[in-house]
RNA sequence: GGGGAGAUACCAAAGUGGCCAACUGGGGCAGACUGUAAAUCUGCUGGCGCACGCCUUCGUAGGUUCGAAUCCUGCUCUCCCCA
């Protein structure tokens, strides 16, 4: 059981150190669950649980300072009202750290075939027992309530790729109003849980430049802790998606945390630090690793490839993770290709740590000036296959 | 000793005259995965060229036929039942 009580306190965001050389920036967000250190990368829990990877764990080795969840999954599962019995979602998964989620945004537009997009919200039918549901900006704040999240997100459409420029456009203009009806509902509500909660709105406009200024001075003309760029690493070529990262974090409040949303590999994710970015989240390191893939300081690993079988060395020397000495690749691979639910724990635990460590070390190289040239020499090796 | 069933590619298992280099599953190899309906999905998997094609395959040796994994005969082996 969690034995903590939680502050009230308000946000804060302090930029402790500019890079300089970038836009990068090294900050710290309070909040009524501890201390966030950015830039940083939050692991995925999209129902209550980073997929393989237990809490403490999360906290012991990865070191995770703040991990997800996600209000449409759970809102269907386990539902709002066990949450509120639970005390809320940190209590009920016994994590006293912060917690971000997901307002269903994205789920709306991943899970295209039901949905139906009106004036007032988004219409579904849920994926695992085909009941009828509305999210509208206002019940996604209220269920976010009831979550408990420290850092509520707006509720957004995520527009595809690609998107013709005038759906772009509507869709943009749709979001904005929704930005404004969550707005008002949030600031009209309280907490239920003694500590506070923030929300971010969400900057959308695909890849147009003209739509994403438009959408940038509209989200940051409403006064809030901290701002989202979303609708991006939908399948755009990277170098579209560096362009709306710059566009848009010109206009963002250099003095508020930006949040790139989805995103993404370790080297998207340098780049996204870069260009002033402080906070990312991504399925990759939980889903890839589950798959075999390995992200490490020398580039990127398919334990499954039969060049792995008889080699017995570390799975990373010197890595972040206790498993990176602790086992060697011929095991994780006889793991992950056997099937074994270890495989995907270790692999887990191996890519977020990476993760973690990549955000810490870029963090550090910012507050003592060498961010710049440590960044482009691990752009090199990131991507590297191995 | 008597009766019955069967031998197909790495494994299992379809196919019973041409549309069969041979369904499907497993295994193997490779790829994908970016606000998680994903411990998922996709491709390839006889040889050579790798598009088209050519060559060698369905226990084994023959035979019938324009044509056989598919029909006939001998042989070898395996399994089941009864003694």
């Known amino acids: 059981m969690v034995i903590f009580e939680p502050k009230i306190e308000d946000m804060k965001f302090e930029v402790n150190a500019f890079d300089g050389n970038s836009e990068a ?30 809490q403490r764990d999360l906290i012991t080795d990865v070191k995770a300072q703040i991990i997800l969840g996600n209000t449409y999954h759970l809102f269907l599962r386990p539902g709002i009202e066990t949450l509120e019995l639970a005390g809320g979602l940190h209590k009920f998964i016994s994590w006293d750290k912060p ?28 994926h695992i027992d085909g009941s009828k549901h509305i999210f509208t900006p206002e019940n996604v704040v209220d269920i976010q309530r009831v979550i408990g999240a420290d850092i509520v997100m707006a509720f957004d459409e995520c527009t595809p790729f690609p998107c013709d420029y005038s759906y772009a ?5 749709l979001t904005h109003r929704w930005l404004a009806r969550g707005i008002k509902r949030f600031d009209e509500t309280e907490p239920l849980y003694g500590y506070k909660q923030t929300y971010f709105p969400i900057v959308q406009g695909s890849v147009y430049k003209d739509l994403r200024i438009e959408s940038a001075n509209t989200i940051a003309s ?3 802790d901290g701002y989202a760029i979303g609708g991006l690493s939908v399948g755009e070529p990277v170098e579209e998606m560096y362009d709306m990262i710059e566009v848009v974090n010109e206009i963002l409040p250099k003095n508020k945390p930006r949040y790139l949303m989805g995103v ?10 870069a260009r002033g970015v402080d906070m ?19 580039g990127i690993i398919n334990i499954k490839n039969v060049k792995w079988k008889n080699d017995f060395t570390p799975i990373e020397k010197n890595g972040a993770s206790f498993v990176d000495e602790k086992f060697s690749k011929a095991y994780l691979r006889h793991l992950i290709v056997s099937k ?15 993760y973690l460590w990549l955000v810490t070390e870029a963090r550090n190289r910012i507050v003592d000036g060498s961010f710049a040239v440590w960044k482009s020499e691990m752009v090199q090796k990131l991507a590297v296959r191995l």
């Open 280 to 298: 990312f989240d991504c399925v990759m390191p939980t889903r890839n690793g589950r798959n075999g893939m390995l992200f490490t300081r020398d």
């Open 169 to 173: 456009k509507k869709s943009m203009q």
């Open 99 to 126: 917690i971000l989620t997901d307002s269903g945004g994205y789920q709306v537009f991943s899970l295209a075939e039901n949905r139906k997009l009106k004036e007032d919200g988004a219409h579904f039918s849920s």
């Open 222 to 224: 409403f006064d809030r």
């Open 340 to 354: 074994e639910i270890l495989g995907a724990q270790i692999a887990s635990l191996h890519n977020l740590s990476f």
């Open 264 to 273: 993404g590999t370790p080297v998207n994710i340098l780049e996204g630090i």
């Open 25 to 54: 920036r090294a900050g710290i967000i309070e909040t009524g669950h501890g201390p966030i250190k950015t830039p940083i990368f939050m692991p995925v829990g999209t129902v209550g649980s980073v997929k393989g990877v237990n």
